[in-house]
Nanobody, 121 residues
Framework: QVQLVESGGGLVQPGGSLRLSCAAS????????MGWYRQAPGKQRELVAA???????NYTDSVKGRFTISRDNAKNTVYLQMNSLKFEDTAVYYC???????????????WGQGTQVTVSS
């Protein structure tokens, strides 16, 4: 089993910054793509950013130039640096990870419990 624990959410004013972290632990043989999703009230969960094990990243258009995803493979941790935050960035942010738990085992996707980000003046 693999656990993902997010941290770093909170209340911030428009234009401010937050850095989210997500640490994975448990039975991890290989960690593939890791990502950040968000879900605002009344809306579907959407992909914010993702990063491969090799460091290639992609972003949803609304956060390009403002958010940066990164990862530390030695620590099995993914980060999301969020700058120039807007009201519409308010949501619960979830991380996920594509993990192979054993050398010859299958790959599974795991989710964190979510962390609230609120942008308000």
């Amino acid at each position: 089993q693999v656990q993902l624990v997010e941290s770093g959410g909170g209340l911030v004013q428009p234009g401010g910054s937050l850095r989210l972290s997500c640490a994975a632990s448990g039975n991890i043989f290989s960690m593939y793509t890791m990502g950040w999703y968000r879900q605002a009230p009344g809306k579907q969960r959407e992909l914010v950013a993702a990063i491969t094990s090799g460091g290639r990243s992609n972003y949803t258009d609304s956060v390009k130039g403002r958010f940066t995803i990164s990862r530390d493979n030695a620590k099995n941790t993914v980060y999301l640096q969020m700058n120039s935050l807007k009201f519409e960035d308010t949501a619960v942010y979830y991380c996920n990870a594509d993990v192979r738990s054993r050398k010859w085992g299958s790959r599974d996707v795991y989710w964190g419990q979510g962390t609230q980000v609120t942008v308000s003046s």
